[in-house]
């Protein structure tokens, strides 16, 4: 298992920007692809963005695409999600997540079996 902390989250207007972080321990970082989801109160957790293992490949929500850049840094086993032209549609808590690098990055909750405790992003109006 691989632990997963992230931070970053925040109170922000809408049009602002914030950089969340996660930041993993326990097993080689580069063996798993990493995601980011979101859950907003009585809603879903849904998939916000995802990235291969070596860096090379990324996939957005279309809700995002445009908007946010995910990356990582495996030297720093960190993962990162770059979010510009914040709306109030994206407030939720933000879920750093993990899994398998064997079949790629998907967007289904079940398939990630490591999970961070969550970050909050408030976007006012």
């Known amino acids: 298992q691989v632990q997963l902390v992230e931070s970053g989250g925040g109170l922000v207007q809408a049009g602002g920007s914030l950089r969340l972080s996660c930041a993993a321990s326990g097993r080689t970082f580069s063996n798993y692809d990493m995601a980011w989801f979101r859950q907003a109160p009585g809603k879903e957790r849904e998939f916000v963005a995802g990235i291969r293992w070596s860096g090379g490949s990324t996939y957005y929500a279309d809700s995002v695409k445009g908007r946010c850049t995910i990356s990582r840094d495996n030297a720093k086993s960190t993962v990162y999600l770059q979010m510009n032209s914040l709306k109030p549609e994206d407030t939720a808590v933000y879920y750093c997540?993990?899994?398998?690098?064997?079949?790629?990055?998907?967007?289904?909750?079940?398939?990630?079996?490591?999970w961070g405790q969550g970050t909050q992003v408030t976007v006012s109006s």
């Open positions: 997540a993990a899994k398998p690098r064997y079949n790629g990055i998907t967007t289904r909750i079940r398939d990630y079996n490591n």
